[in-house]
């Protein structure tokens, strides 16, 4: 179960490293520029904390997780993008539950960020995902590709309630939002993961 975790965390750290100066330019248009270094330096002191949390159990080994990238990104966007991975220790078959952990996560991104949907967030990711599953118990990986590409294009054409890019004049609009996109990264790589595991 923790090969799991650590499995879908490497490739998410993999995929930032590849991808994080494309987020910081984004981020040059929205915020203060650094989304990109920031989720990367999260992601990679996870990877570097494994040997030094107890792996018998998954919920304490993603609090840690959790917890690490929280610390290491510091900001709003510690406190909110390591919301799911602490959420994840929860998910104890992979069959299961995955519902609950995406409910859980909204519910908690909505009251620590005072965020909506629609307010171009790492929430206008989460949200249609979870309503996609609670609709359709049996998903094609291929459809959740595209529903997270499509949910995370869909930013660009929101006006910004949250952040500082709500005090820019274009409010942010046509461009996509950078924890949206590094949140699509991460949950790609979950359900790429999830993929493999049942495939095995
Ligand atoms: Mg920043």
New binding site residues.
């Given amino acids: 179960m923790i090969n799991f975790h650590k499995k879908w965390i490497k490739n998410s750290y993999v995929k930032i490293k590849d991808e994080y100066q494309l987020l910081d330019k984004l981020?040059q248009e929205l915020?203060?520029g650094?989304?990109g270094t920031?989720i990367f330096r999260g992601l990679e002191h996870a990877v570097n904390s494994f040997s030094s949390i107890d792996q018998n159990d998954p919920i304490h080994f993603m609090k840690e997780i959790s917890k690490t990238m929280r610390i290491a990104m510091g900001?709003a966007?510690g406190i909110l993008m390591s919301i799911f991975f602490a959420e994840i220790g929860n998910l104890q078959k992979l069959n299961s539950s995955i519902l609950d952990i995406l409910n859980n996560t909204i519910i908690k991104i909505k009251k620590r960020g005072n965020v909506k949907v629609g307010d171009k967030s790492i929430l206008d990711v989460y949200v249609p995902i979870f309503n996609y599953l609670e609709n359709n118990n049996q998903y094609q990986i291929d459809n959740i590709m595209k529903l997270i590409d499509d949910s995370v294009n869909k930013t660009k054409i929101m006006e910004a309630k949250v952040g500082r890019a709500k005090f820019l004049e274009t409010k942010g609009v046509g461009v996509i939002d950078p924890g949206a996109l590094s949140t699509s990264m991460i949950l790609k790589e979950f359900f790429k993961e999830r993929n493999n595991e049942e495939n095995i």
Avoid: A, L
């Fill in positions: 981020d915020g203060d650094d989304h920031t900001g966007s």
